[in-house]
C-alpha cells in the first residue's frame, strides 16, 4: 500500500470525532488492505509501533526531527524553529515545510506503508552512542520521498504525537464491518481483551477468518487486560446480585501484577501492561520458589509490608518502587512486597478463561505452595450478610480496603478487559455518604492568582463517557495540592498541551489552557450535584443539565496506572449520583 493513500485517510479520521464515522473509514480502508500488512497499518493509526506491552516505543526528540526536517527540506534550522514556535505541533510544521519544499526529484521513489514501518523500526531500536545520527538519517531516508500529508503524519509518529484519536473500540467495530458481521464483534474484541495485540487480531480475522478468532487463547508472554469490579454500597445488595451467595475475597491496596509463568522465567505486567519484572525482582523470586507447575498465567496484588510488624502498608509505599531504575536494591529493602494471588488463567497448556471462577481458584491453589512471600488471597464463602459483615471487619483490621466479592456461578468467567458484575468491590468508603473516590481526566486547567500566581490554579476534569468515547467535564479541581505538587504541575502536563481544546473533550465551559486528556487523578467529593455547566452524563438525570462532584480535592493519588479511558465514567458517576439520591431520601 502507498503510504500517501494512508496519509489522506488519517486527514479524513483527523477531521471527525464521530465514533461512527470512523469506523465506517477505518473498515474501507481495512478492506483494501493486504493481510500481511493489516497489523502494521492498525499499529500506526494508533502511533505505535507494535501492541501496549512492547517495550519499544516510538518518541524521538522533536529538536532531532526539526534538525531533520531542516536537512531533508533545506529550510533554514531558524526558519523551521520561528514556525515550531507558533504552531507546537511536530505535523503541522512538516507539512508546512514540505508545502514549500522543492518538488520531488526523478529519484525519488514513492513511499509504500512497509518502507515507512521498516524505517521507523529501526529508528524506534537505535539505541547508545550514535544513534542521534542514525535515527535522523533513517528518517531523512523516507522523509526526502515524502509528500506534505507523508511528512506531516510521519513527523507526528516518529515523535510520538500521532494522537488520531481513535479507541482501541473503535479499531474492534471496524475489524467486525470489514471481515465479519455486527454479531461476531463480541467474539473479536474478546480475542483482543486476551491479546491486547489489535494487530494480531486483525491480521488473524483477515488471514483466517471469524473461526480462528473465536479459537484464540490466551498465551504466556501476552498480557490480558484485566478483569474489572463494579461497586454496590451494601452486603445485602451484593449479595442479591450474587443471587444469595459469593466468594469474598480481601480487597489488597496494592499494586495489581499479571505473572506470566513458562520454563522457570517469570514476566511480570501491570495494569497498563507495562513490564514490571525488573522493578520486582522480589516478587519474581518469590513466585518462582513457590510455583509447581510448568507454566501458568496470574494475577495478584502487590502490598508493602512493614517487615518488623507484618503488617501490610498503604499504597504509597509501593509507588516509590514504580518507575525506578535507580537505588531499586534500597526500595526492595526499605519497602519489601507480598504478593497475594487470587486468580489463574492458564495453567500448563490449558485455556482457564471460561471456566468459573471457583475452579480456577482451587487450580491456583494447586500450582503454588503458599509461602512468607508469595500467598493466596484471604477468601471465604459466605451466604449472609452478618457473615460478610464481620469478614469486612477483618478485612479492615488487616490493612485492607475492604471486600471483593465474586460470583461462583456456574457462568463466573474471566471476563478480560470488562467492568461487570461478576466481581463486586465493597470497600470503607461507602459507609460514610459522599466520601467515595473518583479517578479524574485533567482536560483543562486555570490560571492561578494571589499565592498560585504563575502556576496553576485549577484544573477542568472530567469523565470518561465510554459509550460516546468522549470526556466530560465533571468540576474544577483546586484543593489537595501540597506546594511541591502544585509547582511541577505545569512540567507534568507540557507535554500534553494543545492550542484548543482536545477533538473528543466535551466542555461547555472555557479554560486558560487545554490539554490531551492522558492524566488521572484521584478525587475526593463532598457530593454529586446536578449542574447545568458540566457535561457528565448530560440530560441522563436532568433536561439541559449534567453531573458535578462538589467540593473536590485531590487525595495526592496520580493514578498513573490508569489510561485516562479508564478513569470513571459518566455512567458510573451517574449511578453513585442515583445511589446518593436514594440513601439521602431513605
Ligand atoms: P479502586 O480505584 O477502587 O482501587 P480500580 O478502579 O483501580 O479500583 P477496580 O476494578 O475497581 O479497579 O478494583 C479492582 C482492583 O482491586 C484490582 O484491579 C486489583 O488491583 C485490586 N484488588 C485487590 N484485591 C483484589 C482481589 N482479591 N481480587 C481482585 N482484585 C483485587
Not at 30 to 52: E, N, S, W
Not at 456 to 477: H, S
Amino acid at each position: 500500500m502507498q503510504f500517501q493513500d494512508l496519509a489522506m485517510v488519517y486527514e479524513e479520521l483527523e477531521k471527525t470525532a464521530s465514533r461512527l464515522e470512523m469506523t465506517s473509514i477505518l473498515a474501507t480502508l481495512f478492506k483494501q488492505a493486504d493481510c500481511k500488512t493489516l497489523h502494521r497499518m492498525i499499529y500506526l493509526t494508533q502511533g505505535q509501533l507494535y501492541p501496549d506491552f512492547y517495550p519499544q516505543k516510538l518518541g524521538m526528540a522533536d529538536r532531532l526531527l526539526l534538525k531533520t526536517l531542516s536537512m531533508s527540506s533545506g529550510m533554514k534550522d531558524d526558519d523551521i524553529q520561528e514556525l515550531w514556535l507558533k504552531e507546537g505541533d511536530p505535523g503541522i510544521v512538516a507539512q508546512k515545510v514540505f508545502a514549500v519544499k522543492k518538488q520531488r526529484t526523478l529519484f525519488s521513489e514513492a513511499l509504500t506503508l512497509d518502507r515507512v514501518y521498516e524505517n521507523l523500526e529501526k529508528i524506534a531500536g537505535s539505541e547508545g552512542s550514535g544513534s542521534q545520527d542514525v535515527k535522523m538519517k533513517l528518517l531523512a531516508e523516507i522523509l526526502n520521498d515524502a509528500s506534505a500529508e507523508e511528512a506531516k503524519f510521519i513527523s507526528r509518529m516518529v515523535t510520538g504525537h500521532m494522537r488520531l484519536g481513535v479507541a482501541a473500540m473503535t479499531v474492534v467495530d471496524a475489524l467486525a464491518l470489514a471481515f465479519a458481521s455486527k454479531e461476531d464483534r463480541d467474539a473479536i474484541e474478546r480475542a483482543f481483551n486476551i491479546s491486547s495485540d489489535l494487530g494480531k487480531v486483525g491480521e488473524t480475522l483477515c488471514r483466517n477468518g471469524i473461526d480462528a478468532i473465536r479459537q484464540m487463547q490466551v498465551e504466556v508472554g501476552s498480557p490480558m487486560r484485566a478483569m474489572l469490579a463494579e461497586r454496590l454500597p451494601s452486603p445485602q445488595e451484593i449479595l442479591v446480585r450474587m443471587g444469595g451467595k459469593a466468594a469474598f475475597e480481601y480487597k489488597y491496596d496494592g499494586v495489581r501484577v499479571q505473572a506470566h509463568i513458562r520454563d522457570g522465567k517469570i514476566q511480570l505486567f501491570s495494569r497498563r501492561l507495562e513490564d514490571l519484572t525488573e522493578q520486582f525482582p522480589d516478587v519474581v523470586k518469590a513466585l518462582k520458589a513457590s510455583f509447581r507447575m510448568k507454566s501458568a498465567i496470574v494475577e495478584g496484588e502487590c502490598v508493602p509490608v512493614d517487615l518488623n510488624t507484618g503488617e501490610l502498608l498503604p499504597f504509597q509505599e509501593v509507588s516509590h518502587r514504580r518507575g525506578r531504575k535507580h537505588g531499586l536494591q534500597d526500595a526492595i529493602e526499605d519497602y519489601p512486597v507480598r504478593v497475594f494471588l487470587f486468580d489463574c488463567v492458564y495453567l500448563d497448556g490449558k485455556d482457564m478463561t471460561q471456566m468459573p471462577y471457583p475452579e480456577r481458584r482451587k487450580a491456583l491453589e494447586s500450582a503454588f505452595e503458599k509461602t512468607e512471600e508469595a500467598r493466596f488471597s484471604e477468601m471465604r464463602i459466605y451466604d449472609n450478610v452478618d457473615g460478610v459483615e464481620e469478614f469486612f471487619k477483618e478485612a479492615l483490621k488487616d490493612g485492607c480496603e475492604g471486600l471483593m466479592a465474586k460470583s461462583v456461578d456456574e457462568n463466573s468467567f474471566y471476563r478480560a478487559g470488562s467492568r461487570g458484575f461478576l466481581w463486586i468491590k465493597y470497600k470503607k468508603e461507602y459507609r460514610s455518604e459522599m466520601t467515595d473516590t473518583v479517578d479524574l481526566v485533567v482536560v483543562g486547567a486555570y490560571a492561578g492568582r494571589g499565592r498560585r500566581a504563575g502556576n496553576y490554579g485549577a484544573l477542568l476534569m472530567a469523565t470518561y463517557n465510554d459509550q460516546e468515547d468522549v470526556f466530560e467535564t465533571v468540576c474544577k479541581l483546586g484543593s489537595g495540592f501540597d506546594d511541591a505538587t502544585l509547582a511541577a504541575l505545569p512540567q507534568k502536563l507540557e507535554a500534553h498541551k494543545l492550542k484548543e481544546k482536545h477533538p473528543k473533550v466535551v466542555s461547555k465551559m472555557e479554560a486558560d489552557y487545554w490539554f490531551e486528556p492522558s492524566m488521572v487523578l484521584e478525587v475526593l467529593g463532598a457530593e454529586i450535584t446536578v449542574s447545568p455547566i458540566h457535561t457528565t452524563a448530560y440530560g441522563l438525570v436532568r433536561k439541559d443539565s449534567g453531573l458535578a462532584v462538589r467540593f473536590p480535592r485531590f487525595t495526592g493519588r496520580f493514578r498513573d496506572d490508569k489510561e485516562p479511558r479508564e478513569a470513571t465514567t459518566s455512567k458510573e458517576l451517574e449511578q453513585m449520583y442515583s445511589k446518593q439520591l436514594k440513601k439521602v431520601e431513605s
